[in-house]
């Protein structure tokens, strides 16, 4: 027998993730959205990342539709946008700055300290989620200085910085 739904998250709050934002275009070119955590990288070479989207998400449709998205990678002092993208706001994309990137998928500006361009490589259904891995054909690595925001115990932190020599 599996553990109940909410014995699993009890057990997955242990185990702090970073946090990102994971855009895509809807099929009349509408930017779509949603706050993820469950991202990882999955190979190097070739350069391959997953993200894990529950069914019920309203951006799925056309992540899966568009074959292309962005992981945007949050910055520390910006948990109100995550709290945003975490939510079912018609515009999540109303009061954040964001450029057209490659294929016109969004990438934001303010609050990411890196992203990823993803054309997807394949769609498995597991359990609630549907679990797609992307091929990063483009990006931008953050800078030294730059502080990620993680998620742990329900709650957003900055992550910590190394220590100074
Ligand atoms: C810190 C955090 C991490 C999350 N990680 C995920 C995730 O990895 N996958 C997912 O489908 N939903 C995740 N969610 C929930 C979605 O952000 C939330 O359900 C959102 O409303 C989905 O928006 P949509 O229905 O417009 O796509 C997370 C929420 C938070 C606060």
Known sequence: MPVS???FVAIMSAFPTGVAIV???DADGTPRGLTTNAV???SADPPILLVCVDRDSRTLPALVARKRFVVNFMRDDHEAVCRVFASKADDKFADVAWTA???GVPVLH???IAHAECETLDEL???DHVVVTGLVVGGDAPAE???PIVYVNKAYA???TPPTA
Do not use: C, F, H, N
Request: aromatic share 0%.
């Open 125 to 127: 259904v597991i359990g």
């Open 40 to 42: 990882t990288s999955v």
């Open 5 to 7: 739904r909410e014995e």
């Open 158 to 160: 900055p992550a910590p």
């Open 110 to 112: 303010e609050g990411a």
């Open 23 to 25: 855009t895509t275009l």
């Open 145 to 147: 200085s730059d502080v």
């Open 101 to 103: 990137g490659r294929d």
